[in-house]
């Protein structure tokens, strides 16, 4: 649903850029259970996919996340879509958040909100996207 691999979210969760809601674990027999992911997660990790594959690096993504946690108190699925207190956009390689007053922010500088004159930028909605793999016929 993501399009990321199995060994992309044990990166992931070893080096705490994303954590499953239920971590995997050493089984008896040697083996290791599921992570297991919500479906606020998934939906996480389906926008978290998208910005991987426009070219945001692993840095700027656990910018992105501990800015909204730390800077706004919301986690990433309150910044998708137009209902939440935040909503995040991209304009090329750039990611933006409007909050719910109008203030526009550049989630690279995110504690000042941007003084917009002249021009407006051309942001999209940054979404998450269904990325199962087509299969071979």
Same mark, same amino acid.
């Given at each position: 649903?993501?399009?990321?691999?199995?060994?992309?979210?044990?990166?992931?969760?070893?080096?705490?850029?994303?954590?499953?809601?239920?971590?995997?674990?050493?089984?008896?027999?040697?083996?290791?259970?599921?992570?297991?992911?919500?479906?606020?997660?998934?939906?996480?990790?389906?926008?978290?996919?998208?910005?991987?594959?426009?070219?945001?690096?692993?840095?700027?993504?656990?910018?992105?996340?501990?800015?909204?946690?730390?800077?706004?108190?919301?986690?990433?699925?309150?910044?998708? +879509? &137009? /209902?939440? %207190?935040?909503?995040?956009?991209?304009?090329? $390689?750039?990611?933006?958040? =409007? @909050?719910?007053?109008?203030?526009?922010?550049?989630?690279?500088?995110?504690?000042?909100?941007?003084?917009?004159? +002249? &021009? /407006?930028? %051309?942001?999209?909605?940054?979404?998450?996207? $269904?990325?199962?793999?087509? =299969? @071979?016929?």
């Amino acid at each position: 649903m993501t399009g990321l691999t199995a060994r992309q979210l044990q990166w992931w969760d070893a080096r705490r850029l994303f954590a499953p809601a239920v971590a995997s674990r050493r089984t008896e027999a040697g083996g290791f259970t599921e992570r297991r992911y919500t479906p606020i997660d998934v939906l996480e990790l389906q926008v978290l996919a998208e910005l991987r594959h426009r070219g945001f690096s692993i840095p700027q993504i656990r910018r992105l996340l501990s800015s909204l946690r730390d800077v706004f108190g919301i986690r990433l699925y309150e910044a998708i +879509g &137009e /209902d939440g %207190p935040m909503a995040l956009f991209i304009s090329g $390689d750039q990611l933006y958040a =409007r @909050a719910r007053d109008g203030q526009l922010y550049d989630m690279n500088r995110p504690t000042e909100p941007l003084l917009m004159v +002249g &021009e /407006d930028l %051309p942001l999209r909605p940054l979404a998450a996207r $269904d990325r199962r793999r087509r =299969r @071979a016929t």
